[in-house]
């Protein structure tokens, strides 16, 4: 028997086929295309295109696995979370879909928070708090700025959410996507009716029923299966690509993190019971297996070093050789990598700092080996906020582009003091997707498989690990408390640099 995972991200679609035991059979990938010209902010695309993407990278994937079509028996998304997909009766998108990216929600935002008593308030009241990228103030915006099309709206669903109505006809959503609306309680797991009102009192009947990540969705329909060549294949709940991301990195238990080194960095951890921070700098997430997932985001890791790389020509492994010529802790070189601005911390208005330029640091060797180290130095003020609200982790599980280096590893390992490894299956949202798939037809079947027994047998990890070094430990103990000092101090500075326009 097989199983199918679909991963539509921003960038674009990827599908995974693997056999029950975990072995990837075929794999496919198409392209996402953006709604282009629009103002600064927005970042939209048309719901149609994900459609398109799933369609060919599905049949790519079937084309390299060869396997028989009769035999799969289930299929599970992972989509990019907060978007907003409004839909009007006939189940059709009534305009194109704002992504997470989508900042053009300010003062949405700010509204609601402000609608449910403050920042506080929200947070007490939901168990998270409100991001700009939530679809919360999205849904907001359409009512404000297209009444007509709000009007027409009938159906409020989330990006995988969409595609699995695509598959079965049926609008629902899990507890994970939904958990990053900012219009659910986490605690509860319910629709928070006082969050729904503040942005309309008839919102409630648009939004669809919330489901149990362990309930399937229903069948594939008999349309799209036949063009495939498969028969009744169980569509499982899916989930948002961190989700997904949890579950096929093996994260489903307490003490796994999943660190993603992308643009953005991530890490996030298993938690049984639900996880709030009170200052909201940690979103306090569901996860798709019935637990919670409290996760860290910061805006900067590879977008930085992709500057490095082109200022001086340079490909992956060659700046990786030249940050190495330069000693653990850049001789106490401190590079802020606020490039794009920061969630955690939140300074929004920041800008990047490269501070302790003298005659032995000005040189490019310490600035690439700082601008590796400033990404995690950044992560690792969140990782400790974690820390201090009950994180205990016993392993790193790294993914993305900058688990590609054994130098970046190492310093994750050593600044954020716990064991890395990679993992064998590097698209872990598609592979999560499948593998929660898995879980779901088993259940159906009359089974009491646990999900972490599933995960436990399937998700393979490297044999490289990266144990911290406890010399180089404590040195970047001492840089991140100047990493956050500096930052502090500059707090306000940002905000002027950016107020006057330089």
């Keep these: 028997m097989y199983a199918i995972g679909i991963d539509s991200g921003t960038q674009g679609t990827k599908a995974l086929i693997i056999d029950f035991k975990g072995k990837v059979r075929g794999r496919g990938y198409a392209p996402h295309r953006s709604i282009p010209n629009l103002r600064p902010g927005e970042s939209e695309q048309d719901p149609q295109v994900w459609v398109e993407a799933t369609q060919k990278a599905l049949a790519a994937a079937l084309s390299e696995a060869k396997v028989n079509p009769k035999k799969i028996v289930s299929l599970g998304i992972s989509g990019q979370q907060h978007g907003f997909v409004p839909l009007d009766k006939s189940g059709r998108p009534v305009r194109p879909a704002k992504l997470w990216n989508d900042t053009s929600t300010i003062a949405e935002t700010e509204f609601l928070i402000e609608k449910l008593g403050g920042k506080q308030s929200y947070i007490k009241k939901l168990g998270i708090s409100l991001a700009v990228g939530f679809t919360a103030s999205k849904i907001l915006w359409l009512k404000r700025k297209e009444p007509k099309n709000y009007e027409w709206t009938k159906t409020v669903l989330l990006p995988h959410n969409y595609l699995n109505f695509w598959l079965t006809g049926k609008a629902a959503m899990e507890f994970g996507d939904a958990s990053g609306t900012g219009l659910m309680d986490i605690r509860r797991r319910v629709w928070h009716r006082e ?149 955690v911390p939140v300074l929004p208005f920041s800008s990047g700092v490269l501070f302790g330029l003298d005659k032995r640091t000005f040189n490019a060797a310490h600035i690439a080996r700082a ?82 027994d599933i995960v436990r047998e399937r998700v393979k990890t490297a044999r490289t690990r990266f144990e911290p070094e406890k010399k180089n430990s404590a040195l970047y103990e001492s840089l991140q408390e100047r990493f956050n000092s500096l930052w502090r101090t500059l707090e306000e500075k940002f905000k002027a640099h950016r107020e006057v326009g330089i």
């Design 195 to 343: 969050a729904v009102a503040a942005v309309d009192p008839g919102l409630e009947a648009k939004l669809p029923p919330l489901c149990h990540p362990a309930e399937p969705l229903g069948r594939i329909k008999k349309q799209v299966a036949s063009r495939y060549g498969m028969g009744r294949v169980l569509v499982s709940s899916g989930g948002g690509d961190n989700m997904m991301g949890a579950v096929g990195t093996g994260n489903v238990y307490p003490g796994i993190c999943t660190a993603s080194l992308g643009t953005s960095g991530t890490i996030y951890s298993y938690f049984p019971k639900p996880f709030v921070d009170p200052e909201g700098e940690i979103a306090a997430f569901c996860d798709s297996t019935g637990g919670w997932l409290p996760l860290l985001c910061t805006m900067n890791v590879t977008n930085t070093t992709e500057f490095i790389k082109s200022m001086h020509g340079l490909s992956n492994q060659e700046l990786e050789t030249l940050a190495s010529r330069a000693p653990a802790g850049a001789n106490h070189l401190v590079f802020l990598p606020f490039i794009d601005g920061e969630r």
């Design 371 to 452: 601008v590796m180290e400033g990404t995690i130095l950044n992560l690792g003020y969140g990782f400790s906020r974690m820390r201090s609200l009950g994180l205990r982790p016993s392993e790193i599980r790294a993914t993305g582009g900058g688990a590609k280096s054994r130098l970046w590893l190492q310093i994750v390992a050593d600044i954020l003091k716990t064991p890395v490894v990679t993992l064998a299956e590097q698209e872990a949202a598609a592979f999560g997707a499948a593998l929660q798939s898995v879980w779901t037809y088993e259940r159906e079947k009359g089974g009491s498989v646990a999900i972490a």
